[in-house]
């Protein structure tokens, strides 16, 4: 049961399209104050779920958490808040009941940071709608996992990308021409490691001006999309949520004719500084200008891109107009000043100050349908809307196919229109952990298509980083390398062990059968692909515990190495499960192991998994892209005691017959090894 309880005049984000029922009374579970403030007394081993993206653990309990999307590329453990703002958590516990605050400014989220026993949410006005889910688990289905199903089924139903962008995609900030690429994808081929994509980052447009290639580096770039979809390539551009200031740009030229870009209180544009110098930012809460910034995607679309990805939508200010002028004429001040420990700081802060300040978001406006709106009262749906804009436009544009969208910030109801990833991660060990920690929680938000930067964005990536990474990597939807500029080049035929990436890297294609089937009937049923471990052994009080082991779907449990010169790891088993060694695309070795614990070797070029008991995992003999991929002559591994039943999703992954139920085939094993299967079209074979 979901109940919504209102305070004040909440501002319609639009996250929800689903149903609750309307609640006058007391605010359940928490206590309220002001319409604004709720608290709960947590007992000590209350768990608490969710917060989507963010920093520190799966059980969030011991920080404070902030919903305010920033651009911020240090994800360490000081930090509060990421590139979104997912407003939901669970309380698991001597009650057990989840919270969604839907409200599109700053809130915080306290859980045991001032008082180690409180939960305190607390949003910046009293303007909000609060849905408190209780559950009504049923067979087979854990709590957690049904409080989950409801928020989702209130959300809407998640993004679904085309099935290619489950491939693997390499990616770097300063891939400057078309022959560098072609490098790139040569390099991949002859290295025989799959590739499916490479995106173009901000470098591929004409002086960063959204929907402009640039003619010299990319002379022609509906030619080379096509010379790259022969080879079973996809290319990805960049958008980046400001428009360049700059006469005879038809992008800004319209944007200013038709009043689309966001004014500051006198009705002038607001002036930000991002990676083109000077822009403006559409109005993305604007209909009439979501559905103009849409519709520039076509430009791109018409060249025979079919993906994109959203960047700086937070929206990213390296500076506005008005502070660069006041920093400007005070650092002058200085010049004749003797720089001691409290003047230099203040110098060297007004500098730093200008990037993402505050003040800046107090300055611009939205033109909603529910009238003016300052832009820092809802910061959270910029890059929703932007997001939005693409995703319904694409609807419009492209009814027939599926277009792959992921984008860095986010609030919950962009769930539906693209995936994300998580932004600028670092080249460090403990980012590995970030990565596998963010999953489940992202998923519990409605986010299902998502993935780290893998070898990390910043800082210089190591060999063994990246072997490790991939092997938790090739389970995330999204499975990308990608490095910032001035970085060590982190593609991985650059390292030594070309055939250990190959194996890694060619395991993702091998287990695509499962992985994409997984992630279809998640998406299309409300589920997670991705769960704590909780989640599925809700009775087993060490489960509740791990913070390193993931859930993959039905079948399989993950548990990968993240530290350095590791050779192996303590892995917990919540029951009996099955040890699958690879070593390539073939299985190597398999044992049964026993619930409890185990130290598990794993090779720095090995991916083990766990199959639970009576479940089944459908392989494929691989392929260098996806569409070679044989989705028809399926192998199957299992971990068959008495019999397993598997239920397969798989479609043309292109089109949106997603209900369709020729997409499903039921195949059953038993503990002989015979299969029997329902459907056409399709066979299974025992390993
Ligand atoms: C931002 C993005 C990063 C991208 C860079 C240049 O930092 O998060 O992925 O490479 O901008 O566009």
């Known amino acids: 049961m979901i109940r919504k309880i209102v305070f004040g005049t909440p501002f319609d984000t639009e996250a929800v399209t689903g149903s609750f029922q309307e609640w006058e009374g007391e605010v359940p579970y928490l ?22 993206e963010n920093v520190r653990g799966i059980n969030k309990r011991g920080w404070l958490y902030e919903s305010k999307c920033s651009d911020d590329p240090k994800h360490s453990e000081e930090k509060h808040s990421l590139y979104a703002a997912h407003n939901f ?29 409180m939960l305190t949410i607390e949003a910046k006005e009293a303007d909000l709608a609060l849905y408190i889910i209780e559950s009504e688990a049923g067979e087979g289905e854990s709590i957690s996992e049904n409080i989950v199903k409801q928020f989702r089924a209130l959300i809407g139903r998640s993004y679904i990308p085309p099935k290619w962008a489950f491939g693997y995609g390499q990616s770097r900030w300063s891939y400057m021409d078309e022959d560098e690429i072609r490098e790139v994808v040569k390099a991949h081929r002859e290295a025989g490691i799959p590739l499916d994509a490479v995106y173009l980052d901000i470098d591929y447009m004409e002086r960063y001006k959204d929907f402009t290639v640039n003619e010299e580096t990319f002379p022609n ?11 079973g390539i996809h290319l990805v551009p960049i958008i980046d949520a400001g428009v360049k200031i700059e006469d005879g740009y038809d992008v800004y030229e319209e944007g200013m004719e038709h009043g689309y870009f966001c004014k500051k209180e006198d009705g002038k544009e607001f002036v930000a500084g991002v990676w083109p110098g000077r822009v403006h930012f559409p109005d993305m809460l604007n209909a009439d200008a979501r559905r103009w910034f849409g519709r520039k995607y076509k430009v791109l679309l018409d060249q025979g891109i079919d993906g994109f990805w959203n960047d700086m939508n937070e929206p990213a200010i390296f500076y506005s107009e008005e502070n660069l002028q006041n920093v400007f004429n005070k650092l002058g001040e200085f010049r004749s000043e003797n720089l001691d420990l409290e003047k230099f700081f203040r110098f060297q802060g007004m500098v730093d100050g200008l990037a993402n300040n505050a003040k800046d978001y107090e300055m611009f406006y939205h033109e909603h349908k529910d009238g003016r709106v300052r832009h820092d009262k809802v910061h959270n749906l910029f890059g929703y809307n ?32 693209g995936g994300i990833w998580t932004g600028d991660n670092l080249s460090w060990w403990s980012h590995i952990l970030l990565n596998l920690r963010m999953m489940p929680s992202l998923n519990m938000c409605g986010i299902l298509y ?28 999204l499975m ?14 650059r390292f030594t062990k070309t ?24 998406a299309l049923k409300g589920d997670m692909y991705f769960r704590p471990l909780s989640f599925v052994y809700p009775e087993d009080t060490f489960a509740r515990r791990v913070e390193d082991q993931l859930m993959v779907g039905e079948s399989i449990m993950i548990a990968p190495v993240y530290e350095q010169n590791a050779k192996g790891r303590y892995v917990y088993l919540p029951e009996r499960m099955k040890l699958v060694r690879f070593f390539g695309s073939e299985k190597e070795s398999e044992e049964i192991l026993e619930k409890g614990h185990h130290y598990i070797d794993v090779a720095l070029d090995e991916v083990v998994f766990f199959i639970r008991p009576d479940h089944l995992v459908p392989v494929s003999a691989g392929g260098c ?20 039943s598997y239920e397969l999703y798989d479609d043309d992954g292109y089109s949106r017959d997603y209900d369709n139920p020729a997409n499903r085939t039921r195949v059953c094993m038993d503990k002989d090894g015979k299969v029997t299967v329902w459907g056409e079209g399709r066979t299974f074979t025992a390993v």
């Open 221 to 231: 770039l509906a030619d080379f999309a096509a010379e790259m979809r022969k080879q």
């Open 499 to 522: 055939e250990s990436f190959q194996k890694i890297i060619g395991l993702r294609y091998v287990l695509l059968p499962y992985i994409y089937s997984e992630f279809m009937k998640a």
């Open 31 to 52: 206590k309220e104050e002001g319409g604004r403030k709720f608290s709960y007394r947590m007992e000590e081993n209350d768990v608490v779920y969710g917060l989507g």
């Open 480 to 493: 990308r390398n990608h490095a910032a500029m001035g970085t060590r080049k982190q593609e991985a035929y």
């Open 625 to 644: 892209c996806v569409e070679k991929v044989d989705f028809s002559n399926l192998k199957l591994l299992g971990f068959v005691e008495k019999e397993a």
């Open 89 to 117: 958590l669970i309380v698991d516990g001597a009650e057990h009941f989840g919270v969604f605050v839907d409200y599109p400014g700053m809130v915080t989220f306290d859980v045991g940071y001032t008082d180690i026993d």
């Open 386 to 417: 932007m997001t939005r804009a693409a995703g319904e436009a694409f609807e419009e544009l492209e009814p027939d196919r599926r277009i792959l969208m992921f984008s860095r910030s986010s609030y919950i109801g962009m769930h539906r229109y």
């Open 450 to 477: 998502t993935g780290a930067d893998l070898g990390g964005f910043g800082a210089d990536c190591t060999e063994d980083l990246l072997m490790r990474w991939l092997a938790l990597g090739l389970f995330t939807p």
